[in-house]
């Protein structure tokens, strides 16, 4: 019975791991690789605004921007570059902050 605890964990990790997530998702791409460089302006006040904007310095993007993202750094790695990623997601209720703070200045 020991050696049954060991077998249930691989089959559910590879059952876990065979469920694919649609390409439509917004999922964190630090969750599926460490080989990009982030410049998050908007989680800090060094941006135009002079203000934080975003709660979190994360880059949320759809999976399949994400996975193209991927195997387009793959052929950088290999040349020794690696891809930045600029703030990565700009959600509405910031875009109507940025347009509104531009016209009042």
Do not use: H
């Amino acid at each position: 019975m020991k050696f049954l605890y060991p077998f249930i964990f691989l089959l559910f990790f590879q059952v876990f791991q065979a469920q694919e997530v649609s390409d439509t998702v917004f999922v964190n791409i630090k969750e599926y690789s460490k080989d990009f460089v982030f410049d998050m302006k908007y989680a800090t006040e060094d941006n135009f605004l002079k203000s934080k904007v975003y709660d979190c310095a994360e880059c949320v993007l759809r999976y399949k921007t994400v996975k193209n993202l991927i195997a387009a750094n793959k052929c950088f790695l290999k040349k020794g570059y690696r891809i930045k990623l600029f703030d990565c997601y700009r959600p509405l209720d910031v875009q109507k902050k940025n347009v509104d703070d531009c016209f009042q200045s």
